[in-house]
Antibody, heavy 121, light 107 residues
């Protein structure tokens, strides 16, 4: 059974940094792209960033490009999200998710439980 | 980015009812559409992909249809565990976007 477990969330001041981790089990981790999706309080889902299985290709939402960095360590079955220059509007629950490829489309088939990031002074 | 618009934003229904949620894309996305269910305080759950393919373990009362820009999620015979918020998501590009969500509430 695929399991994803996020950690590293917490309270940080505006302008500060935080690194989220997502430890995966129950899958051949390096075979799958991984992604981060966030959800602000009482709001909908927003895709944040994705990394391919080898870690050689990444992409980002415009709202975080230049401030957030996604990476992965396939030896540790873990994907990371380094968040710098945090803003109040980055306050959200951050979910990591595994990508599922089917007929030229990528979908998010397994999700972690989420990590709450609060940006406030 | 492709914008996804769901309607209605919320719907009140009773157990046993048939519920239909609509999702419209701002441009054609062929059949690259998924649906997710989210309950309060929980992660989203993957329900349907490629418009109409049910993820393993998802009850057959859930169904999806559509193509191009207009899509629907139908729940036939609403069950108590189906009261939740539902999101559509386009998978046409590597810049995934979601609808704003439709909350299915108990009447």
């Amino acid at each position: 059974e695929v399991q994803l477990l996020e950690s590293g969330g917490g309270l940080v001041q505006p302008g500060g940094s935080l690194r989220l981790s997502c430890a995966a089990s129950g899958l051949t981790f390096s075979s799958y792209p991984m992604t981060w999706v966030r959800q602000a309080p009482e709001k909908g889902l927003e895709w944040v960033s994705t990394i391919n299985g080898a870690g050689s290709s990444t992409n980002y939402a415009d709202s975080v490009r230049g401030r957030f960095t996604i990476s992965r360590d396939n030896s540790k079955n873990t994907v990371y999200l380094q968040m710098n220059s945090l803003r109040a509007e980055d306050t959200a629950v951050y979910y990591c998710a595994k990508l599922y490829y089917y007929a030229s489309g990528y979908y998010f088939d397994y999700w972690g439980q989420g990590a709450l990031v609060t940006v406030s002074s | 980015d492709i914008q996804m618009t769901q309607s209605p934003s919320s719907v009140s229904a009773s157990v046993g009812d048939r519920v239909t949620i609509t999702c419209r894309a701002s441009q054609g996305i062929s059949s690259w559409l998924a649906w997710y269910q989210q309950k309060p305080g929980k992660a989203p759950k993957f329900l349907i992909y490629a418009v109409s393919s049910l993820q393993s373990g998802v009850p057959s009362r859930f169904s999806g249809s559509g193509s191009g820009t207009d899509f629907t999620l139908t729940i036939s015979g609403l069950q108590p565990e189906d009261f939740a918020t539902y999101y559509c998501q386009q998978a046409n590009t590597f810049r995934w976007t979601f609808g704003q969500g439709t909350k299915v509430e108990i009447k």
